[in-house]
DNA sequence: GCCCTGTTAAAACAAATGTTTGTGTCTCTC
DNA sequence: GAGAGACACAAACATTTGTTTTAACAGGGC
């Protein structure tokens, strides 16, 4: 069979290696040996390994990014003659679902998640800036449909927990493998990424929609 | 002002390092130099740079440990003549209260969450061995509260969802300068940290409480 | 005095890293 | 078929890494 390209050889390489192991843990000469390409190869193609880094989470995110702004399209304009907002399940089944469908081929998802965890947790100042720079209006676009969606929410509630779940979800992605293997031990269940999704769906609206602590205990 | 020893000087400069940029992007010499200790004080007082990263955790884990194992024996003990399980509420006002007991020195707490952050997302499998071994059966006892205080809910359900919740702890405290700061800038309010673990307790028993996702739509 | 022990200091070590260089080898164009 | 451009390859380069070695220093007990 003959193989792919150089250049997606190597993508494909680094993609599954950097999520195993992070970044900075895994050396340009693992991967191009594990691809099977030349040492310089990389710097030839990509000018640099934080290019590199860039290119991987690029290959991912540009259909999401597609994808997911024509759902979201889809989703205004179906709500539009309606005067009422998007409610939050709608939005979270379409961001799930968005998800769900992009990759089909290997396991790519689970990947693509671990490397979102990686992005955040890791130090890589670079790629956060990157992805600011590249997709920060999708997230505003986002946020301001979740807005809509919970007006009872008083502003800095609703950031805070967005960004409590967020944190969820990156978080179990990132660590999905290792859980994943302790579930497994313990339960004897083996879970897809798609069903994990999908089952912590409600828990994320019931989270939002929580109610509002009451007023703290003055202390000191 | 007398500075203190060699060996605290390390560990101050180095959790601080590593809750900034991760281990493998925090080199010896960029701990002793800025610890103004010789490199070679490092594997002469922990060995090596892996039992030196142990070394920080177990400085909060220890007492931690300690005091919570304290904090549950006391709450075991007020329901024990009761046969009602402990309440889920109170199990977790007792874990926060407890965290939030702890430092009191420092802005610890927050270092604290963002090392336990790096922890379960950086490779170092190393530290997720030690961390089990010398913490596992606190986490296991705390669990097997847990369980009891959700007695409706699936085992495999019970774990997907708190480590859900662990993750948003751990992300947002561990990201709590720069998220406070967003919120202080759009909104104008400063919130103290206690008072948003207040806050986010009655989204974490309403995401435990979850209603349990109708069974997925089989594909492929 | 001397020796022993614990610690610090400077230097060197071996290994691994990202990047660059020079050369060879195709393939397409004129 | 000659020349050019794109790519692959091996080797070398300059740093940076964790660790080890060796010597120096300080203090207390005999």
Do not use: C
């Amino acid at each position: 069979m003959a193989q792919p390209d150089t250049v997606t050889r190597i993508l494909d390489t680094a993609e599954v290696l950097f999520a195993e192991r992070g970044f900075a843990e895994t050396s340009l000469r693992t991967i191009t040996s594990k691809a099977k390409v030349n040492l310089a190869a990389v710097n030839y193609h990509f000018g640099s390994k934080k290019s590199l880094i860039q290119a991987v989470f690029a290959r991912y995110l540009d259909p999401f990014a597609v994808s997911f702004h024509a759902a979201l399209d889809a989703l205004e304009a179906r709500y539009r003659d309606t005067s009422d907002a998007v409610p939050l399940e709608a939005l979270l089944e379409t961001l799930t679902r968005t998800v769900l469908e992009i990759p089909a081929e290997r396991d790519s998802l689970k990947v693509f998640m671990r490397l979102l965890g990686l992005a955040y947790s890791q130090a890589q100042g670079h790629l956060r800036r990157y992805l600011q720079q590249e997709y920060g209006d999708l997230f505003t676009r986002f946020t301001e449909l979740l807005r809509r969606a919970t007006p009872e929410l008083p502003e800095t509630e609703r950031f805070w927990r967005l960004h409590f779940m967020l944190g969820s979800v990156i978080f179990i992605l990132s660590g999905l493998d290792a859980l994943r293997d302790i579930a497994e031990k313990d339960f004897g269940e083996r879970v897809s990424v798609r069903e994990l999704v999908h089952r912590l769906r409600p828990v994320v609206v019931e989270a939002m929609n929580a109610p509002i602590a009451p007023p703290m205990p003055a202390s000191t």
